[in-house]
């Protein structure tokens, strides 16, 4: 395979992952409204962030909303695992076309 097709290939694979991706993020963007201040706290103090300059940087901003969401608090509970429980939002639905029902059986099947 020369170089130029490797190219081409990439270029392909990444022109049918952009969607994908945007899906991901429009249901993570959906689910850290479902965070509270605790679980942001929590996030935090994992991450060793100081102050709320921190925040600024884009990156470290969206490490807070992940650990937040997938770390589990005392309890052993994740807030993600509560949104996917609680359903997807409406809008996620018209947006992705996915249900709740699909995503919960992809999620199981990982």
């Known amino acids: ?21 945007g899906s991901i993020q429009a249901v993570l963007r959906e689910a850290v409204t ?3 201040k605790p679980d942001f706290d929590r996030a935090a103090k994992h991450l060793g962030l100081m ?5 600024d940087d884009e990156q470290v901003a969206s490490m807070l909303a992940d650990v937040a969401l997938f770390e589990p608090n005392q309890r052993g509970r994740r807030v993600y695992d509560g949104f996917l429980q609680k359903g997807l939002c409406w809008r ?4 992705s076309g996915w249900s709740t029902r699909r995503l919960r ?4 099947r990982g």
């Open 1 to 21: 395979m020369t170089e130029q097709s490797k190219a081409s290939a990439r270029e392909a694979v990444l022109a049918r992952y952009h969607p994908i991706r």
């Open 34 to 36: 479902h965070c509270r």
């Open 51 to 55: 102050d709320e300059a921190q925040l």
């Open 92 to 95: 996620l639905n018209g947006e």
């Open 105 to 108: 059986h992809l999620l199981r």
